[in-house]
């Protein structure tokens, strides 16, 4: 079988944009192969948790009630505490989403008067009302509480070390870092690059409280926020670490005491870690990780992929194919919102479910902008299947992310560029 006839046939795809992805795919064989180590580390690393806590089948079996003593539960924590380089975790299926796992980590440990420093600059756009920049006063933000709230801005896509050590005073209780670069314009930061910031903070003051937003840079290098010495880090569970098969959840990572204290905001305090019944969800959450290096590996050559195409387009890509990664997503500036939107279009044409819906921009819930978005996934919003989206205003840059095979995101992605370049 002719494959390029096939694609012709099946997704409509012109010689130019076979011809184009048959260059870019020879780059991406010659640039994925340091991921393909990290992936072969990552795995094995996994691997060697499951073994060192003896998973069996018994770790599966689901509890109800109040949750005591579930045993697959409390193992998986440490698993994920092992994997991360942790002294301990908190995994749960019913932490909704990346940013109540995030929150969880701020309302766990700030209290009235203390000062939370974001240290490379604007925080995700969900956690502004969080924090309390966006939104009315009442809701219970940090801000309602007497939180306050510095921010330090990058300096030519760098932590700003010496601002950030400047702005560190007696009430500073925490800095926060955000691995990804979220919906921003700019280079991801490498786990040493907030490593060397950490150390930075630990000089002035030990005690405060270095949390890593760690979201979509699971797995992407073979070390992670807590190896440098971050004391917190989360994320979420259909992203990176679920490995597209946990059906909902968040995780958190981090030393016994930051996870306790976080523990008791999860639950209530004293009754913390000790209940939440798994329900089943257990087997989901551990096949999850074991898969999630592989996947995440499959991710970065689809992000390589859209990289390259998009470039030999002619549009800006972050990062380019030759950059290293930090996490797995991959900006294009596409400069109008009807190209954004048709590139959306495009990958959800390539996905495996809801491939026949047409993706519109809207107000989604916790986004200052109109957002569009392709979302075609096994379990609704999964990011780590193939997704794409992007806040409608300028420059209208895609983020994309994720492709649990690489083989099939290669079809969204040439019925993506198809659409761009019929864009008019
Ligand atoms: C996804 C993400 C979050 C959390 O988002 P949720 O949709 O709530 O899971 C936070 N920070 C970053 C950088 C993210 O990518």
Redesign the pocket.
Known sequence: MDINKFYKNTYNISDEVLKITENAEKEVEKYADNARKVCEYNSVKVLNAFNKHKICEAHFYPTTGYGYDDNGRDTLDMVYADVFGAEDALVRHNIV????A?SLCFYGILRPGDTVVAATGRP?D??EEVIGLRGENGNGSLKDFGINYKEVALKNDKIDIDALVKSIDKTCKMVAF?R?K?YAWRNSLSVDEIGEAITAVKSVNKDIVCFV?N??GEFVEEKEPCDVGADLAAG?L??NPGGGICRSGGYIVGTKRCIELVSYRMTCPGIGRECGASLGENRFMYQGLFLAPHIVYQSIKSAMLVSAVFDKLGFDVMPKISDRRTDIIQAVKLGNGEKLVKFCQGIQKGAPIDSFVVPEAWDMPGYESQVVMAAGAFTR?S?IEISADGPMREPYIAFYQGGLTYETAKAAIMSAAENVINCK
């Not at 989403?97 to 109540?100: A, E, R, S, V």
């Open positions: 989403n990346g940013t109540q995030i995700y969900t956690l955000q990804s979220g937003d979201c979509y979420s259909i992203k919003g990011s």
